[in-house]
Protein backbone atom coordinates (compact mmCIF):
# COMPACT_ATOMS: atom_id res chain seq x y z
CA UNK A 1 0.00 0.00 0.00
CA UNK A 2 1.51 3.46 -0.81
CA UNK A 3 1.53 5.87 1.25
CA UNK A 4 0.89 9.80 1.17
CA UNK A 5 2.46 12.85 2.79
CA UNK A 6 -0.03 15.41 3.68
CA UNK A 7 1.79 18.03 1.38
CA UNK A 8 1.26 15.42 -1.28
CA UNK A 9 -2.31 15.34 -1.06
CA UNK A 10 -3.00 19.06 -0.57
CA UNK A 11 -1.42 19.79 -3.41
CA UNK A 12 -3.71 17.40 -5.84
CA UNK A 13 -6.21 19.04 -4.05
CA UNK A 14 -4.88 22.09 -4.97
CA UNK A 15 -4.21 21.48 -8.59
CA UNK A 16 -8.55 19.91 -8.98
CA UNK A 17 -9.38 23.38 -7.60
CA UNK A 18 -7.12 25.70 -9.31
CA UNK A 19 -6.56 24.51 -12.16
CA UNK A 20 -9.95 22.74 -13.27
CA UNK A 21 -8.15 19.58 -13.74
CA UNK A 22 -9.99 16.31 -13.24
CA UNK A 23 -9.55 13.69 -11.23
CA UNK A 24 -9.25 11.41 -14.13
CA UNK A 25 -6.26 13.36 -15.05
CA UNK A 26 -4.91 13.85 -11.96
CA UNK A 27 -5.04 9.97 -11.72
CA UNK A 28 -3.13 9.27 -14.70
CA UNK A 29 -0.70 12.03 -14.18
CA UNK A 30 0.47 11.24 -11.11
CA UNK A 31 -0.92 7.56 -10.23
CA UNK A 32 -3.33 8.08 -8.12
CA UNK A 33 -6.88 5.70 -7.67
CA UNK A 34 -9.46 8.45 -9.26
CA UNK A 35 -11.53 7.25 -5.99
CA UNK A 36 -8.90 8.16 -3.65
CA UNK A 37 -8.53 11.52 -5.06
CA UNK A 38 -12.44 11.52 -4.38
CA UNK A 39 -11.61 10.99 -0.88
CA UNK A 40 -9.09 13.86 -0.15
CA UNK A 41 -11.22 16.74 -2.13
CA UNK A 42 -14.07 15.99 0.27
CA UNK A 43 -12.33 15.57 3.30
CA UNK A 44 -10.36 19.09 2.32
CA UNK A 45 -13.45 20.74 1.78
CA UNK A 46 -14.22 23.79 4.11
CA UNK A 47 -16.31 23.98 6.71
CA UNK A 48 -17.79 27.31 7.94
CA UNK A 49 -17.33 27.05 12.41
CA UNK A 50 -19.53 29.25 14.50
CA UNK A 51 -17.24 32.02 15.31
CA UNK A 52 -16.98 32.94 11.43
CA UNK A 53 -13.97 31.00 10.41
CA UNK A 54 -12.85 27.78 7.86
CA UNK A 55 -11.88 24.50 8.01
CA UNK A 56 -11.40 21.51 6.83
CA UNK A 57 -13.96 18.33 6.65
CA UNK A 58 -11.45 16.61 8.24
CA UNK A 59 -10.26 19.06 10.79
CA UNK A 60 -14.01 19.71 11.76
CA UNK A 61 -14.57 16.25 12.52
CA UNK A 62 -11.59 15.92 14.88
CA UNK A 63 -12.53 18.95 16.54
CA UNK A 64 -16.03 17.30 17.16
CA UNK A 65 -14.45 14.31 18.06
CA UNK A 66 -12.08 16.14 20.65
CA UNK A 67 -15.07 18.38 21.87
CA UNK A 68 -17.30 14.83 22.54
CA UNK A 69 -13.98 13.44 24.40
CA UNK A 70 -14.04 16.57 26.71
CA UNK A 71 -17.54 16.58 27.01
CA UNK A 72 -17.36 12.60 28.43
CA UNK A 73 -14.02 13.71 30.31
CA UNK A 74 -16.15 15.99 32.28
CA UNK A 75 -19.42 14.04 32.76
CA UNK A 76 -16.91 11.22 34.51
CA UNK A 77 -15.07 14.28 36.68
CA UNK A 78 -18.52 15.24 37.72
CA UNK A 79 -19.44 12.16 38.55
CA UNK A 80 -16.21 11.51 40.50
CA UNK A 81 -16.78 14.49 43.16
CA UNK A 82 -13.61 16.10 40.94
CA UNK A 83 -11.74 13.21 42.34
CA UNK A 84 -9.14 11.83 40.09
CA UNK A 85 -6.08 9.15 40.46
CA UNK A 86 -4.94 7.49 42.80
CA UNK A 87 -7.16 9.66 45.19
CA UNK A 88 -9.57 7.53 44.54
CA UNK A 89 -7.96 4.23 46.16
CA UNK A 90 -8.07 0.74 44.67
CA UNK A 91 -11.72 0.09 45.79
CA UNK A 92 -13.85 3.20 44.93
CA UNK A 93 -11.94 3.70 41.74
CA UNK A 94 -12.63 -0.01 40.36
CA UNK A 95 -16.23 0.51 41.89
CA UNK A 96 -16.58 4.36 40.03
CA UNK A 97 -14.80 2.37 36.27
CA UNK A 98 -17.28 -0.40 36.79
CA UNK A 99 -20.23 2.01 36.84
CA UNK A 100 -19.56 4.55 34.12
CA UNK A 101 -18.61 1.26 31.34
CA UNK A 102 -21.93 1.41 31.01
CA UNK A 103 -22.18 5.10 29.52
CA UNK A 104 -18.22 5.48 28.58
CA UNK A 105 -15.53 3.74 27.15
CA UNK A 106 -12.33 2.44 29.14
CA UNK A 107 -9.90 4.66 27.56
CA UNK A 108 -11.88 7.57 28.41
CA UNK A 109 -12.60 6.56 31.68
CA UNK A 110 -9.22 6.43 33.01
CA UNK A 111 -7.91 9.33 31.28
CA UNK A 112 -10.75 11.71 32.65
CA UNK A 113 -9.15 10.08 36.13
CA UNK A 114 -5.64 10.00 35.15
CA UNK A 115 -4.94 6.25 35.87
CA UNK A 116 -2.71 4.05 33.37
CA UNK A 117 -4.41 1.02 32.12
CA UNK A 118 -1.63 -1.25 33.60
CA UNK A 119 -2.68 0.59 37.62
CA UNK A 120 -6.20 -0.46 36.32
CA UNK A 121 -5.82 -3.59 36.07
CA UNK A 122 -3.56 -4.28 38.44
CA UNK A 123 -5.97 -2.91 40.68
CA UNK A 124 -8.98 -5.22 39.23
CA UNK A 125 -7.12 -8.43 39.80
CA UNK A 126 -5.77 -7.31 43.24
CA UNK A 127 -6.63 -9.65 46.18
CA UNK A 128 -7.02 -8.17 49.59
CA UNK A 129 -4.45 -9.25 52.08
CA UNK A 130 -5.21 -10.65 55.15
CA UNK A 131 -3.74 -7.11 56.80
CA UNK A 132 -5.85 -4.82 54.31
CA UNK A 133 -8.61 -6.65 55.88
CA UNK A 134 -7.78 -6.29 59.40
CA UNK A 135 -7.27 -2.66 58.38
CA UNK A 136 -10.73 -2.50 57.02
CA UNK A 137 -12.24 -3.88 60.37
CA UNK A 138 -9.71 -1.66 62.71
CA UNK A 139 -10.57 1.80 60.89
CA UNK A 140 -14.69 0.60 61.63
CA UNK A 141 -14.03 0.56 65.14
CA UNK A 142 -11.48 2.92 65.59
CA UNK A 143 -13.93 5.81 63.75
CA UNK A 144 -16.61 4.76 65.86
CA UNK A 145 -14.59 5.49 69.30
CA UNK A 146 -13.35 8.63 67.71
CA UNK A 147 -16.70 9.44 66.93
CA UNK A 148 -18.91 8.31 70.35
CA UNK A 149 -16.07 10.26 72.36
CA UNK A 150 -16.53 13.66 71.43
CA UNK A 151 -13.76 13.24 68.79
CA UNK A 152 -11.24 14.25 71.35
CA UNK A 153 -9.31 11.12 71.34
CA UNK A 154 -6.08 11.30 69.78
CA UNK A 155 -4.16 7.83 68.74
CA UNK A 156 -3.27 7.10 72.72
CA UNK A 157 -6.53 6.90 74.17
CA UNK A 158 -8.10 5.23 71.02
CA UNK A 159 -5.13 2.80 71.31
CA UNK A 160 -6.12 1.85 75.13
CA UNK A 161 -9.82 1.71 74.06
CA UNK A 162 -9.17 -0.48 71.25
CA UNK A 163 -7.40 -2.58 74.24
CA UNK A 164 -10.43 -2.61 76.64
CA UNK A 165 -12.22 -4.10 73.27
CA UNK A 166 -9.65 -6.95 73.63
CA UNK A 167 -7.93 -5.50 70.31
CA UNK A 168 -4.31 -6.54 70.48
CA UNK A 169 -2.71 -3.17 68.43
CA UNK A 170 -0.01 -1.12 68.75
CA UNK A 171 -0.03 2.80 68.54
CA UNK A 172 1.53 3.46 65.63
CA UNK A 173 -0.91 1.38 63.73
CA UNK A 174 -3.53 3.24 65.19
CA UNK A 175 -1.87 6.75 64.20
CA UNK A 176 -1.40 4.97 60.68
CA UNK A 177 -5.12 4.33 60.54
CA UNK A 178 -6.27 7.92 61.87
CA UNK A 179 -4.77 9.20 59.17
CA UNK A 180 -6.14 6.88 56.32
CA UNK A 181 -9.18 7.76 57.78
CA UNK A 182 -8.75 11.67 58.00
CA UNK A 183 -9.30 11.63 61.63
CA UNK A 184 -7.96 13.61 64.43
CA UNK A 185 -8.50 14.93 68.33
CA UNK A 186 -10.29 17.80 67.36
CA UNK A 187 -9.47 19.25 71.08
CA UNK A 188 -6.54 21.38 69.92
CA UNK A 189 -8.91 23.40 67.41
CA UNK A 190 -10.61 26.21 68.99
CA UNK A 191 -13.96 27.86 67.17
CA UNK A 192 -15.30 31.32 67.47
CA UNK A 193 -18.74 30.70 69.50
CA UNK A 194 -20.97 33.87 68.82
CA UNK A 195 -23.74 34.42 71.65
CA UNK A 196 -24.62 35.23 75.08
CA UNK A 197 -22.07 34.68 78.80
CA UNK A 198 -23.52 31.67 80.57
CA UNK A 199 -21.78 30.30 83.88
CA UNK A 200 -20.99 27.09 84.96
CA UNK A 201 -20.19 26.57 88.84
CA UNK A 202 -18.65 22.71 89.89
CA UNK A 203 -17.24 21.05 93.03
CA UNK A 204 -14.91 18.75 92.09
CA UNK A 205 -13.50 15.66 94.48
CA UNK A 206 -9.63 15.31 94.26
CA UNK A 207 -10.41 11.22 95.27
CA UNK A 208 -12.78 10.58 92.41
CA UNK A 209 -11.04 13.05 90.26
CA UNK A 210 -15.00 13.56 89.46
CA UNK A 211 -17.28 16.66 89.20
CA UNK A 212 -19.63 15.57 92.16
CA UNK A 213 -22.02 18.85 91.56
CA UNK A 214 -22.40 21.54 89.17
CA UNK A 215 -24.31 23.59 87.81
CA UNK A 216 -25.47 26.47 84.74
CA UNK A 217 -26.54 29.48 85.29
CA UNK A 218 -26.62 33.47 83.32
CA UNK A 219 -25.24 34.96 85.98
CA UNK A 220 -22.63 34.02 88.16
CA UNK A 221 -24.00 35.31 91.76
CA UNK A 222 -23.73 34.26 95.05
CA UNK A 223 -26.83 32.07 94.77
CA UNK A 224 -25.51 29.51 92.27
CA UNK A 225 -22.69 28.25 94.06
CA UNK A 226 -24.95 28.03 96.99
CA UNK A 227 -27.08 25.65 95.05
CA UNK A 228 -24.01 23.94 93.72
CA UNK A 229 -22.69 23.51 97.06
CA UNK A 230 -25.93 22.08 98.33
CA UNK A 231 -26.53 19.71 96.01
CA UNK A 232 -22.91 18.22 96.56
CA UNK A 233 -23.81 17.68 100.09
CA UNK A 234 -26.99 15.89 99.24
CA UNK A 235 -24.94 13.27 97.05
CA UNK A 236 -21.16 12.48 98.93
CA UNK A 237 -20.09 12.51 102.64
CA UNK A 238 -19.66 15.99 104.07
CA UNK A 239 -15.51 17.26 103.12
CA UNK A 240 -13.66 18.84 105.65
CA UNK A 241 -12.44 21.56 103.29
CA UNK A 242 -13.17 23.04 100.46
CA UNK A 243 -10.95 25.18 98.36
CA UNK A 244 -11.82 28.11 95.50
CA UNK A 245 -10.69 31.29 94.17
CA UNK A 246 -11.25 34.71 95.61
CA UNK A 247 -13.86 35.61 93.76
CA UNK A 248 -16.68 37.73 95.74
CA UNK A 249 -18.94 35.16 95.12
CA UNK A 250 -16.78 32.23 97.29
CA UNK A 251 -15.99 35.08 99.97
CA UNK A 252 -19.91 35.97 100.17
CA UNK A 253 -21.44 36.21 103.81
CA UNK A 254 -24.36 33.24 102.59
CA UNK A 255 -21.36 31.64 101.27
CA UNK A 256 -18.93 31.31 103.94
CA UNK A 257 -22.18 30.96 106.43
CA UNK A 258 -23.22 27.95 104.34
CA UNK A 259 -19.60 25.79 105.44
CA UNK A 260 -19.30 27.07 108.64
CA UNK A 261 -22.57 25.57 109.54
CA UNK A 262 -21.50 22.11 108.07
CA UNK A 263 -18.25 22.68 109.35
CA UNK A 264 -15.91 22.61 106.42
CA UNK A 265 -13.12 24.69 106.37
CA UNK A 266 -12.67 27.30 103.49
CA UNK A 267 -8.84 27.60 101.65
CA UNK A 268 -8.42 29.92 98.70
CA UNK A 269 -6.22 30.19 95.70
CA UNK A 270 -3.44 33.19 96.23
CA UNK A 271 -4.40 35.88 93.68
CA UNK A 272 -3.24 36.28 90.80
CA UNK A 273 -2.54 32.35 90.69
CA UNK A 274 -5.99 30.40 89.60
CA UNK A 275 -3.28 27.14 89.44
CA UNK A 276 -3.75 26.55 93.01
CA UNK A 277 -6.83 25.17 92.55
CA UNK A 278 -5.06 22.62 89.50
CA UNK A 279 -7.74 19.81 88.98
CA UNK A 280 -10.64 21.97 88.60
CA UNK A 281 -8.52 24.45 86.15
CA UNK A 282 -7.56 21.49 84.21
CA UNK A 283 -11.47 19.97 83.94
CA UNK A 284 -12.60 23.56 82.53
CA UNK A 285 -10.01 23.73 80.03
CA UNK A 286 -10.86 20.37 78.63
CA UNK A 287 -14.28 21.14 79.17
CA UNK A 288 -13.72 24.02 76.45
CA UNK A 289 -11.53 22.12 74.18
CA UNK A 290 -13.25 18.52 73.82
CA UNK A 291 -16.81 19.82 74.21
CA UNK A 292 -17.98 23.58 74.10
CA UNK A 293 -15.36 24.86 71.49
CA UNK A 294 -16.54 22.14 69.65
CA UNK A 295 -20.53 22.74 69.63
CA UNK A 296 -23.05 24.29 68.26
CA UNK A 297 -25.87 25.07 70.74
CA UNK A 298 -29.52 25.37 69.91
CA UNK A 299 -30.55 27.46 73.31
CA UNK A 300 -29.92 28.08 77.00
CA UNK A 301 -31.53 24.49 77.70
CA UNK A 302 -30.22 22.65 75.26
CA UNK A 303 -26.51 23.69 76.63
CA UNK A 304 -27.69 22.27 80.00
CA UNK A 305 -28.35 18.82 78.85
CA UNK A 306 -25.41 18.58 76.72
CA UNK A 307 -23.26 19.92 79.42
CA UNK A 308 -24.54 17.24 82.17
CA UNK A 309 -23.96 14.76 79.33
CA UNK A 310 -20.49 15.17 78.50
CA UNK A 311 -19.97 15.72 82.64
CA UNK A 312 -21.20 12.02 82.84
CA UNK A 313 -19.17 11.30 79.91
CA UNK A 314 -15.97 12.45 81.63
CA UNK A 315 -17.00 11.60 85.52
CA UNK A 316 -17.57 7.55 84.13
CA UNK A 317 -16.05 7.17 80.79
CA UNK A 318 -12.99 9.26 79.42
CA UNK A 319 -9.92 7.86 79.20
CA UNK A 320 -7.03 9.15 81.62
CA UNK A 321 -3.96 8.96 80.66
CA UNK A 322 -2.03 10.66 83.48
CA UNK A 323 -4.03 10.21 86.37
Not at 48 to 71: C, H, I, R, W, Y
Not at 221 to 228: D, N, P
Amino acid sequence: MKYYSDEFKNNIVKLYHNENRSKKSLANEYGVHPTTISHWIKRAKLVELPDGGVTSVEAFKQLQKENQQLKEENEILKAGGGVTGKALGKVKAIDFINEQLCKHRLWIILKALGLSKSTYYHWKHYQTSRHDKQDTILKSQIFEIWKNNYKAYGYPRITIAMRRLGVVIGPNRVYRLMQELGIRSLMGRRFKKPGTWVYLSTIFDQASKQIIAFNIGKEMASKLIIKTLLQALSRVSKPTFLHSDMGSQYTSIAYEGLLKRHLIRHSYSKQGYPYDNGPLEAFHSLLKREFIFQTRFTSFEDLVLRVENYINWYNTERIRING
